[in-house]
């Protein structure tokens, strides 16, 4: 199993609600997509947190746009007159993550109406699996897209993996669910963490460690995210939100 490759034809426009000035680009599949560059300040391993993160919360039922990768050849984004993008563009030349636009979708702030107290528990079950912190009211990275929630951005995930050398707090990391979007439904959570620990299954793990191209995944690198990741899943009363069971 591997992400489809596209290449990039057109730098559309800046997306600025963000930290990591992704782009809106065309791809020669006629494809419009959110280019995430692997030279944004986080580097390739935000990508790499994309991808792995992005498809646990897919094959555990949740929405999240399809993920490409893409090929950038910097010279699209020459009539670009912003410094700041002509200089990401430029380091970012290569291989990046194109993640499939939403057109018309809007960042959802609870206004809309709320998911189901299941899918709320889910997605707070799983921001916590994974440590991600990009989840609150300030910046929910969440968009509505056709009624529907989607899950976006999930680069800051994973976040042991900037430092090897402490990863092995990640095991039994606590999880500050007070910021969280979904905090409300922490009483929840450990209603649905059985069903959840157990279709996140060694195979689930390797494939989507799997999808991570070689060109931002140090050799054997692979195994120390399986390691961490099934040592988490394991210790489970550590970080779970709503206590443990
Ligand atoms: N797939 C998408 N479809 C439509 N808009 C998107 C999509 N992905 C991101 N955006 C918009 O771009 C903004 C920045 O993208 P995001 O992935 O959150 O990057 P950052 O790392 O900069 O926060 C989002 O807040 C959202 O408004
Ligand atoms: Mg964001």
Same mark, same amino acid.
């Given at each position: 199993m591997s992400l489809p490759i596209v290449t990039a034809t057109r730098y559309v426009l800046p997306l600025?609600?963000?930290?990591?000035? @992704?782009g809106v680009v065309e791809g020669n599949d006629l494809g419009t997509y959110v280019l995430k560059f692997h *030279?944004? *300040?986080? *580097? @390739?391993k935000a990508l790499v947190a994309e991808i792995i993160v992005g498809e646990l919360f897919r094959r555990l039922g949740l929405r999240v746009p399809e993920l490409k990768l893409m090929e950038l050849d @910097?010279?699209?984004?020459?009539?670009? @007159?912003d410094h700041e993008i002509q200089e990401l563009l430029i380091r970012s030349a290569g291989l990046n993550l194109a993640v499939d636009f939403l057109p018309g979708s809007f960042g959802y702030d609870g206004s809309s109406g709320k998911p189901d107290d299941t899918t709320m528990a889910r997605i707070l079950w799983l921001d916590a699996y994974v440590a991600?912190? %990009?989840?609150?009211?300030?910046?929910?990275n969440l968009l509505v897209w056709h009624k529907d929630l989607w899950l976006i951005d999930h *680069?800051?995930?994973?976040?042991?993996h900037h430092s090897w050398m402490s990863a =092995?707090?990640?095991?039994t990391l606590p999880y %500050?669910?007070?910021?969280?979007?979904?905090?409300?439904?922490a009483p929840a959570v450990p209603g649905i963490d059985a069903e959840l620990a157990a279709a996140i299954t060694p195979q689930l793990l390797v494939d989507a460690i799997g999808l991570?191209?070689? =060109?931002w995944i140090a050799e054997g690198d692979r195994d120390r995210y399986l390691g961490h990741l099934t040592a988490r899943l394991a210790d489970r009363s550590a970080w779970l939100p709503g206590g443990a069971r």
């Open positions: 600025r609600e963000g930290g990591s000035l @992704p *030279g944004a *300040g986080q *580097g @390739p @910097p010279a699209i984004g020459k009539s670009e @007159p991600n912190v %990009d989840r609150s009211w300030r910046n929910t *680069g800051a995930a994973l976040y042991f =092995e707090r990640f095991t %500050d669910a007070a910021d969280h979007v979904f905090a409300d439904v991570v191209p070689d =060109e």
